[in-house]
């Protein structure tokens, strides 16, 4: 699974979605996404100008964002450039830093952000609690994974009192067979 489906998943685990079922926000790639547009369009035969037409084109949705993970929210409008659907994603973060180099996916980033877009007059001291307690919460999950992996179960303990087997996935069954 790459990290933009996983990321995608903890967003509407933790988000939920709306009464039409769509997700209220999501990871998508910049260069992949379209929107249908109302506009006034060029039309060329190669270089050569025919003429101007009025209409709806599928167009990109982010001519302006390049080769970027965009983090979307679900809103509702009604902008008439925009006539197939009353519902769009609306990018509220790109991962790019500020001399627009792309930075990588962080499932922190994320949270965060969508937190504080619905939940936009919270007060510095509610923001900062929240993200303490977030931390904490992470990093209880973090030493839970480790203390899992590191807990030694019935076969580790037989293999070491020299007490288990270990058969070679590789051989075929009728040597370990003949061995044992």
């Not at 509220?92 to 936009?120: M, R």
């Amino acid at each position: 699974m790459t990290e933009a489906k996983r990321l995608n998943l903890i967003l509407e685990r933790r988000f939920g979605r709306d009464l039409s079922g769509n997700v209220r926000f999501q990871i998508s790639w910049s260069d992949s996404q379209t929107e249908k547009r109302l506009g006034t369009y060029n039309v060329f035969y190669g270089s050569i100008y025919l003429k101007t037409e009025k209409g709806v084109r599928e167009v990109p949705k982010y001519p302006h964002i390049k080769g970027r993970f965009v983090l979307e929210r679900l809103i509702y409008h009604s902008n008439p450039e925009l006539p197939i659907s009353r519902i769009s994603y609306e990018p509220i973060y790109v991962f790019e830093d500020s001399k627009g180099n792309s930075l990588p996916l962080s499932e922190k980033v994320a949270i965060i952000v969508c937190h504080t877009c619905l939940n936009p007059s919270m007060s510095a001291a509610q923001k900062k609690a929240f993200f303490e307690d977030w931390n904490e919460k992470e990093f209880d999950k973090e030493v839970k994974y480790f203390e899992d992996a590191m807990d030694e179960g019935s076969v580790a303990e037989r293999l070491h009192d020299r007490d288990g087997i270990i058969l070679n996935p590789f051989e075929k069954k009728e040597e370990q067979c003949k061995t044992n």
